[in-house]
């Protein structure tokens, strides 16, 4: 898995930036000249280290450090410093300002390759910790965890956007009823299957699907309107009746779900809270409408 990780080459001298190159070429590497295009490259790639040299033009190392700690998506990308000129001043001051590592040139090829195959593994460890704590054990989809984190940071960000945020929450209709005939483990291969449903239907890349807990389920939809959550709380509704899974418990004698989907303007002190409660009542309302079917609102 090391081999799928991707190093970023920070270095504005075209042959020291060669010689990382080669050294790391087992590795996937991607080479940059200055600070200013490393933060650019790192908005769109999914950095695991840097390498980076601290005098250089533009922009030098000390303030790439600043930035990419100072960014939540980034703080976590581990920093090997390698310079030219060892001062013990300037060692200092990058471990202070989060760097992991600092090497001066002339290194020796392999202690390099060694320190970072070690910041690699470490990353790998860390990230596969994060994404275990952020999954739900059962379906493998985000967790109610994730869900509250991310419904505040997208509230947020769509305010500063000035773009809405939209919210679908559904549950599978008289689930209990088909764990009380068909068993706890049937019920379980139920929501696996939902599951994968859920996520095989999504079209939009920046849709989210989590479950939010026992039976139940929200999708985040970020920079939309009501006809799109409409749209696609009707796709997830169908994929779910299409999977053709008996219940004979229920009022449709299938596994069915029912939708509530909520748009709220940014007025007031409205806040992802009551996005919340009101995709909630709606979904309400789609039960009381006679299930499998969905229930929407903007206010």
Same mark, same amino acid.
């Given at each position: ?62 303030? /790439? ?18 310079? /030219? ?11 202070? &300002? ?16 060694? %320190? ?7 990353? &790998? ?56 005939? *068909? ?9 696996? %299957?939902?599951? %994968? ?10 849709? %989210?699907?989590?479950? *939010? ?35 004979? *418990? ?15 303007? *940014? ?7 009551? &996005? ?24």
């Amino acid at each position: 898995m090391l081999e799928e990780q991707k190093i970023l080459i920070v270095e504005d001298e075209p042959i020291s930036r060669k010689v990382l190159q080669h050294l790391l070429k087992p590795l996937t590497s991607i080479l940059t000249k200055n600070g200013a295009e490393a933060l650019d490259v790192i908005e769109y790639e999914n950095i695991d280290l840097v390498l980076l040299d601290i005098h250089m033009p533009i922009m030098g190392g000390f303030e /790439v450090i600043e930035r990419l700690k100072n960014n939540d998506k980034t703080k976590d990308i581990p920093i090997i410093v390698i310079t /030219v000129n060892h001062s013990t001043e300037d060692e200092i001051r990058a471990l202070d &300002l989060g760097a992991v590592d600092f090497i001066t040139k002339p290194f020796n090829s392999v202690i390099l390759q060694k %320190r970072v195959r070690n910041q690699l593994a470490l990353k &790998l460890k860390s990230d596969l910790l994060e994404k275990h704590a952020s999954l739900d054990g059962l379906t493998n989809l985000l967790n109610r965890r994730m869900f509250d984190s991310d419904l505040e940071s997208k509230w947020a960000e769509g305010r500063r956007l000035g773009v809405k945020v939209g919210l679908i929450m559904f549950d599978i209709d008289h689930f209990k009823q088909y764990n009380d005939n *068909y068993g706890h483990s049937a019920g379980d291969l139920v929501l696996v %299957r939902v599951a %994968r449903a859920l996520m095989k239907s999504l079209h939009r890349q920046t849709d %989210r699907v989590y479950r *939010y807990g026992g039976e139940e389920f929200t999708l985040i939809q970020f920079d939309t309107d009501l006809e799109q959550l409409n749209q696609t709380a009707e796709l997830l509704r169908q994929c779910i009746y299409n999977l053709n899974i008996i219940h004979e *418990y229920s009022t449709h004698q299938k596994i069915s779900i029912s939708v509530g989907v909520a748009l709220i303007d *940014y007025k007031g002190d409205d806040s992802e809270t009551v &996005l919340l409660q009101t995709a909630d009542k709606e979904l309400y309302k789609a039960k009381g409408n006679g299930r499998n079917c969905i229930s929407s609102i903007t206010i």
